[in-house]
């Protein structure tokens, strides 16, 4: 089947909504509870949420089809960080960051997220960005070795908070 990518448009707030609800939890650390999941995806993930993530021109988002389904999406957000455990340890600037990255499980492994990762990175560089950085958990090893294939290599650490406890993640670059 077809695998195509494409700039999100003011119509896809529902359809990124439901993308998130379907894939936040694969990137959850391990014993992150139901219900942080849950509030997370119906508020920072909300078809609200998505609404005004499309209507900020500092962002981007892509959707990745497969066969005319939607598979998958990512955000890219324009601009210098406001994390200083971020803004230390980036080397490129321009930077841009990948703030979501998220592949329904059916499609894991069949080249959808490598499609999907490449047309974002090619947005990234429409924009000016000289890199890329995103937050990944640290006990995420799928999203981790997919990072690494893709060439974001380790360069700090960050938290995030998630149903009232801070996760460790890693800070991955991406120089362009």
Not at 39 to 55: C, D, I, K, M, R
Not at 57 to 85: K, N
Not at 96 to 125: C, F, N, P, Q
Request: net charge negative; aromatic share 8%.
């Amino acid at each position: 089947m077809p695998v195509t990518v494409r700039f999100a448009s003011e119509v896809d707030a529902a359809l990124l909504h439901d993308l998130a609800a379907a894939t936040f939890a694969l990137a959850c650390p391990p014993g992150t509870s139901q219900a942080s999941i849950d509030e997370f995806v119906n508020t920072t993930l909300s078809e609200t949420s998505f609404a005004g993530y499309l209507a900020d021109t500092a962002r981007d988002l892509l959707i990745v089809e497969v066969g005319g389904v939607p598979a998958g999406y990512t955000m890219l957000v324009s601009g210098e960080t406001s994390d200083p455990d971020v803004a230390a340890v980036l080397t490129a600037r321009p930077t841009i960051e990948l703030s979501k990255v998220y592949v329904l499980a059916t499609s894991h492994g069949a080249g959808v997220g490598a499609a999907l990762m490449g047309a974002t990175v090619d947005a990234a560089r429409q924009r000016g960005a000289a890199g890329v950085w995103l937050g990944v958990n640290q006990f995420n090893p799928r999203a981790n070795r997919f990072y690494e294939k893709h060439g974001f290599a380790v360069v700090g650490h960050k938290t995030f908070l998630l149903g009232g406890r801070y996760e460790e993640d890693f800070v991955r670059e991406l120089v362009l």
